[in-house]
């Protein structure tokens, strides 16, 4: 944007600013708005009816009752004004951009999450496993408030992540990998917090020894389990670097090996180009055709096929509950890869 049209921008910005922080209360300064620029209060109007719709949509998909009134209506509107408000603000001080559609977008963002991030069941609570990013106990709100404290340093954001964080921990063990990641975060008094989860994570690992020699998760369902590995060795890798004296490396490493080639069926790597012996030469991608793989393409690995047999079939591609390589798979194992390098060089 030019310096004359940004800083035009600025001062509309600011003028915004002053309305919508003015010491008036908020039903007059919605009044005012109506009244000077009903083409602006229409279109407030109407966004705050597509996001009513779209709370009470999850709502029902919920189960859960959302009173339709006129008071809780204004209240959804003036939360998202002060949003609007205070995100401009923000913007404008750290001089982060002058773009006025990328301050909208991230406002809407904003007032999206708070919206839907509560509610139970919807997407943004829901938690995301298999080959997906995040894993178990990852959620959307989570994310979006260690992102925002990271960001704004704001401890509003990080009191809210501490306390979501706590709660999502009594879903299970393996629900652990969020508070790790959040950890370098986090107060001293939350690390403490934190170090009975782990040694319950512990007691979690220990017992895939039980199911396996190769002491890793590997489900049995329609899709192979090179994913759950992955996340196993990602989760275990952090919990390593902050409670060493909980987790040793060798659960790790114990991941790590199976992805490279210690597994049943052949001792190929699951990582295209990667790994001690063969690694995978035939991906499901969009090169699969060509017979062929991309490099750091992570396979799901070894099929469970009933009652006894496990599978991973590498001169034919078109398995992709096999072979196929997915961003979230891929992305994953990256995020393992870098925590583990980092682990191996720890003393």
């Given amino acids: 944007m030019a310096g004359g049209a940004g800083a035009a921008r600025s001062g509309q ?4 600013i002053d309305r919508l922080k003015a010491e008036t209360p908020r039903e007059e300064a919605l009044s005012q708005i109506k009244a000077k620029d009903k083409t602006a209060y229409a279109k407030i109007q109407n966004e705050l009816a597509e996001a009513n719709a779209q709370l009470r949509k999850l709502a029902k998909e919920a189960g859960v009752s959302v009173p339709d009134t006129t008071e809780e209506q204004k209240a959804e509107l003036l939360e998202f004004l002060d949003i609007e408000a205070d995100t401009i603000a923000k913007l404008l001080e750290t001089d982060k951009t002058d773009s006025a559609s990328a301050m909208r977008d991230f406002y809407r963002l904003v007032r999206k999450y708070k919206m839907t991030a509560l509610v139970p069941g919807s997407s943004n609570s829901a938690s995301s496993g298999g080959m997906g990013i995040g894993g178990p106990g990852f959620s959307v709100g989570n994310n979006f408030n260690l992102q925002m404290y990271r960001t704004t340093g704001e401890e509003s954001y990080r009191e809210q992540l501490e306390q979501d964080l706590l709660q999502s921990l009594n879903r299970g063990a393996n629900s652990i990998r969020p508070a790790l990641e959040a950890l ?6 939350f690390k403490k917090k934190l170090a009975p989860y782990v040694e319950d994570y512990k007691e979690y690992l220990d017992s895939y020894e039980n199911l396996n020699p190769y002491g890793v998760p590997i489900p049995e369902g329609n899709w192979a389990g090179s994913g759950s590995v992955t996340e196993m060795g990602l989760t275990a890798t952090l919990a390593n670097l902050y409670f060493p004296e909980i987790i040793d490396k060798s659960y790790a490493y114990k991941a790590a090996a199976f992805l490279f080639g210690c597994h049943p069926y052949h001792n190929y790597s699951l990582v295209a180009a990667v790994g001690a012996a063969r690694p995978k030469q035939m991906f499901y991608g ?6 062929s793989f991309i490099p750091g393409n992570v396979a799901p690995g070894l099929l469970f096929r009933r009652p006894d047999h496990f599978e991973n079939v590498d001169d034919w591609p078109f398995f992709w509950g096999e072979n196929e390589g997915t961003v979230a798979g891929n992305s994953n194992y990256l995020l393992f890869s870098e925590a583990f390098k980092k682990m191996v060089k720890q003393k």
């Fill in 13 to 16: 910005l600011q003028q915004t």
């Fill in 286 to 291: 969009n090169n699969r055709a060509d017979l």
């Fill in 184 to 189: 370098p975060y986090m107060s001293d008094d």
